[in-house]
């Protein structure tokens, strides 16, 4: 999914060791896909107040409710793109020549790296009601040029636990190992809550859980639809109860420094300026195939340089 937004702003942050327990409510804004008439989706990563969750630097929840999703082709540079469906169905096209129709529970995972566009739409003559997360996850730096790579994941592993169930969609969850490939240490998983249960953690990463739905207690807290608990470091387990379905993120502590811009992630002004020269020249990026329109053009940068920074504001 691509930022629309016709004036991006640059997320600028900076570092925070998060090396302890904390509880902060991150609520989420609108932002419109597509124009006036666009799908709506909240938007909790990245917040005016926290940036990342680990490599996690982008978050947007969408649903329920009857839309239709229409991105046209778009470019990416430096992130993987994490999609993932509680309803609904979106038709995935790229430029490497991928197409593939996700539905939920599944994983569709698209690599960057130096370069790639893709296009996500609603497929005719299916479901109406979509509900769902796209989620970034920054490359770090020895990998953020890689070669651009799709996968799709139709199965992947669950946990059961007391009044818990998770999906593991990426990474490491109670010992078990999403078939993913990721290039930093993460882990991302949908949790359904029928009850009370705890997960296990990794007290050397940082977590924050996403509210799918109102009804599930994080940590003691009630978290309603859209908004983000960030948990900070430091624990080995997570409490969970009442009812309701949530998606985990944490990771290690990503330390480099990133410029994050529309659909771009770099590490200098320069970075960003060359990749959105190279998407409006159409070099670079491939070009979609099958999809009915134009590609989008990139906003106007600003007029002040992009400053590469940290995790928080």
């Avoid at 990771?251 to 300026?273: K, L």
Wanted: contains cysteine.
């Amino acid at each position: 999914m691509s930022n629309l937004d016709p004036a991006p702003a640059e997320a600028i942050s900076r570092p925070d060791p998060a090396t302890a327990p904390v509880r902060e409510l991150l609520i989420g804004r609108d932002v419109v896909l597509g124009g006036p008439r666009g799908m709506t989706v909240t938007r909790t990563l990245p917040h005016k107040h926290r940036r990342m969750v680990g490599a996690w630097c982008f978050v947007d929840h969408y649903g329920p409710e009857s839309a239709t999703m229409r991105v046209p082709p778009h470019p990416h540079t430096g992130l993987q793109t994490v999609s993932w469906l509680l309803r609904g169905e979106v038709l995935h096209r790229d430029s490497l020549g991928s197409e593939q129709l996700i539905r939920p529970g599944q994983l569709n995972l698209m690599t960057a790296g130096a370069g790639i566009s893709h296009s996500e739409e609603s497929p005719p003559d299916l479901t109406r009601i979509l509900h769902g997360v796209q989620l970034w996850v920054a490359l770090p730096d020895g990998d953020r040029a890689t070669a651009p790579a799709f996968a799709h994941h139709d199965d992947l592993p669950v946990v059961h636990r007391d009044g818990l169930s998770a999906t593991v969609v990426m990474g490491t969850l109670e010992g078990v190992t999403s078939p993913a490939r990721m290039h930093t240490p993460i882990v991302g998983a949908e949790v359904r809550i029928g009850g009370s249960g705890t997960l296990a953690l990794r007290p050397d990463f940082e977590y924050a859980v996403l509210a799918f739905e109102d009804g599930p207690v994080v940590d003691g807290e009630p978290v309603p639809a859209g908004a983000l608990s960030y948990l900070g470091a430091g624990r080995t387990e997570l409490a969970l109860h009442g009812t309701g379905r949530v998606f985990l993120l944490g990771g290690e502590p990503f330390e480099e420094q990133i410029v994050m811009w529309w659909n771009f992630v770099g590490r200098t002004h320069d970075d960003i300026v060359a990749a959105r020269t190279d998407w409006e020249a159409h070099t670079g990026f491939g070009t979609v195939e099958g999809f009915d329109g134009p590609p989008l053009h990139a906003p106007e940068l600003p007029t002040t340089a992009l400053k590469a920074r940290g995790r928080t504001r």
